[in-house]
């Protein structure tokens, strides 16, 4: 049968859903079904063109039909019986009139021939269909009058199930930049903890590596083999794990090295009985940002699986995502031409930390959180971020980018969008990362009185750094977000290196008491905190009496520690979460084009200035809390701080 006698046969009254496992969601007459099931279009591997909505998942025969045939696709534009016969009529010609009569004469016999039993459970059906959708009042492409529509029932939560149907074949993890720190300290160790795990299966997965050095694949795994765990318990497993690893060398702007990559895949994947049409593909580019452009046109011309049927190609880059707003969106734009968006992962290993992950479910399933979060009772939110190290060896690097670029752009104004953005409609990926744009695009330009830049004493010392080099280590900037909820509420986002502790937290302050009875208010305010690292914990910093006979107050705090209260419970690191993520094809922690957008268009002012030179950086002694002024300005923003008191992780 045609596919477009399939799309006229779709208007009958009477619909059943395909069940199929390949979870199209493509809806039969009831009759017809089985009859349909046998052509279902999605089954057959020659149909490799696919409806451009997401809904559906309907496959055609090539890009021609495609677009001819999904102005008639049922799921796509027609979400009433109704609309659909209206259009049509508008559309066919004679002769297709005849084709559908006849198609509905043969469908009107069937439909004769049920029992009163029959007809009474369709109709039950249909009333059920119906009581689950929402109506919705729009206007149909080229009917020009405006009529109320009835919308598919769950019709996001279908596209949701398409794209996360059980997937089976075999997994090609390819790791291009293998012979880098960043592929040996974090990309391997996290692969080999998810195989460990059993997320990754020795029978499925075969993980390669891809680099311009000459190496064998014993020599790559000998680099690898010391950022794994050791120990008799576990040697087994790490040996196991070594042997899915193959290594190809090659140049990564010329297709021969690409051409090789392509073909030990191909090879692992016909070992393991794969159907090319099923073979999955992660592409995890360890590399600078400045190859990504070309290593993706290599990687589309030589590498991607040979089609999109029941399989995938996905790459995975790390940031930093360009420089400033006009880098960034060339390179998205450059990226973008090769891959569709639901193909491109862009990571932020902050977004997998344990306590990152906690925030949605703190704010939005917690009562206590609702009445509380907003500008009539918080007086100001800390993101910090500080290290007792300096750049140790990567000064050069970490010259070209700064503390800005390098961790407040990124990875604290992602956490400031969870903190700050509004209940998404759902837990799908792309309502919760509508939220964080709409927080975004809420932020105000920066004054230049809410910054502080600073640079430790010694920084210049590293011959990799120019002797007149303005690169802040250090830097306090405070944004401000103009909605209801937040207005004149300061976040305080502070970030440097060589500073007197490591750690990383939120800290959200809310405003005195207002009639303060016991005089207690200099001891401090309350205070939730979220420690993000070392020691992941959340504690609520409150004033409690002094036990004892007199009436004296005292901070103190609730304190949920995690390796008090989890301590049987091995958390898992971020890049592990991550990548799971990636090749499940969740994105919901995964940065989208528009937010990166978003978050450039704050900071490439301020940026510019700093490379211009008109933002000094001020010294600071290493060790230290950084510049004098960053204290100061934290007192002019509101911020109250706690003298006396120091949280103390608890002990087992």
């Not at 995890?284 to 452009?293: C, G, I, N, T």
């Not at 509420?489 to 939120?506: E, Q, Y």
């Not at 008090?564 to 919901?588: C, F, M, N, S, W």
């Not at 268009?601 to 002694?621: A, M, Q």
Request: glycine residues 6%.
């Amino acid at each position: 049968m045609a596919v477009a006698d399939h799309m006229r046969m779709l208007h009958k009254r009477h619909l059943k859903t395909c069940k199929v496992s390949c979870g199209c969601g493509i809806r039969f007459p009831n009759k017809k079904k089985k009859e349909y099931q046998e052509m279902c279009i999605k089954d057959l591997p020659k149909f490799k063109s696919i409806c451009s909505k997401r809904a559906c998942k309907i496959r055609f025969e090539n890009d021609a039909d495609r677009v001819k045939y999904k102005e008639t696709c049922l799921l796509c534009l027609f979400p009433t019986m109704a609309a659909f016969k209206k259009s049509e009529k508008a559309k066919k010609d004679e002769s297709e009139e005849e084709t559908c009569e006849e198609d509905e004469e043969a469908f009107e016999d069937d439909s004769a021939a049920k029992n009163e039993g029959e007809e009474v459970a369709e109709a039950k059906n249909e009333d059920e269909e119906v009581a689950e959708a929402k109506n919705e009042v729009g206007r149909m492409a080229g009917s020009g009058e405006w009529q109320c529509v009835k919308r598919l029932s769950k019709m996001e939560s279908l596209a949701g199930d398409i794209e996360n149907v059980p997937e089976t074949g075999c997994l090609s993890i390819i790791v291009l930049g293998a012979s880098g720190d960043l592929a040996k300290k974090k990309t391997f160790p996290a692969l080999y903890n998810l195989y460990r795990q059993g997320f990754l299966q020795s029978n499925e997965v075969h993980i390669f590596g891809y680099a311009r050095t000459e190496l064998s694949d014993d020599e790559l795994r000998d680099r690898i083999r010391g950022y794994l765990p050791q120990g008799k318990e576990v040697k087994d497993d790490v040996l196991d794990f070594l042997q899915l690893i193959k290594y190809v060398s090659g140049s990564y702007d010329a297709p021969e090295g690409f051409q090789a990559l392509d073909k030990a895949i191909s090879e692992h994947e016909v070992s393991t009985n794969s159907a090319e049409e099923s073979s999955r593909r992660l592409f995890y580019l360890a590399l600078p940002p400045s190859v990504y452009p070309q290593v993706c046109k290599m990687i589309k011309s030589n590498c991607t699986n040979k089609t999109e049927l029941g399989g995938w190609t996905r790459i995975v880059v790390e940031k930093p995502f360009g420089r400033d707003l006009a880098s960034a969106e060339e390179l998205s734009s450059q990226i973008g031409e090769l891959f569709e968006e639901p193909q491109i992962f862009r990571i932020d290993h902050y977004l997998g930390k344990e306590l990152v992950q906690n925030l949605l479910v703190l704010r939005f399933a917690n009562r206590l959180f609702f009445p509380l979060w907003n500008r009539d009772n918080i007086a100001n939110v800390q993101i910090v971020f500080r290290e007792d190290f300096g750049t140790e060896g990567r000064g050069g690097y970490f010259d070209q980018y700064g503390i800005i670029r390098d961790i407040i752009q990124n990875h604290l104004l992602q956490v400031l969008c969870l903190v700050a953005m509004e209940k998404p409609v759902s837990l799908t990926p792309e309502h919760i990362r509508d939220e964080k744009v709409k927080v975004l695009q809420s932020v105000v330009p920066i004054k230049d009185e809410e910054v502080v830049l600073g640079q430790y004493e010694g920084y210049k010392d590293d011959p990799t750094v120019p002797n007149c080099s303005n690169t802040p280590t250090f830097a306090t900037v405070i944004l401000r977000i103009h909605n209801e909820r937040w207005e004149g509420v300061p976040f305080i986002l502070k970030a440097g290196k060589a500073l007197s502790s490591r750690k990383a937290d939120i800290r959200v302050q809310f405003k005195d008491v207002p009639g303060d009875i016991f005089k207690c208010q200099k001891q401090g305010r309350n205070e939730f905190v979220i420690r993000l690292q070392p020691l992941e914990a959340m504690y609520m910093k409150l004033t409690v009496k002094q036990p004892g006979l007199e009436m004296s107050t005292v901070q103190s705090e609730l304190d949920l520690s995690y390796r008090e209260r989890y301590h049987k419970t091995v958390i898992p690191e971020a890049y592990e979460r991550l990548i799971l993520d990636t090749i499940k094809g969740d994105q919901q922690h995964f940065v989208r084009r528009d937010e990166l957008k978003a978050a450039w268009e704050i900071f490439t002012p301020l940026l510019h200035r700093i490379d211009e030179g008109e933002f000094k950086s001020l010294p600071y002694k290493p060790g230290s809390r950084g510049p004098a002024e960053a204290d100061q300005l934290l007192e002019r923003a509101g911020y109250v701080q706690t003298h006396g008191y120091i949280w103390i992780p608890p002990t087992l």
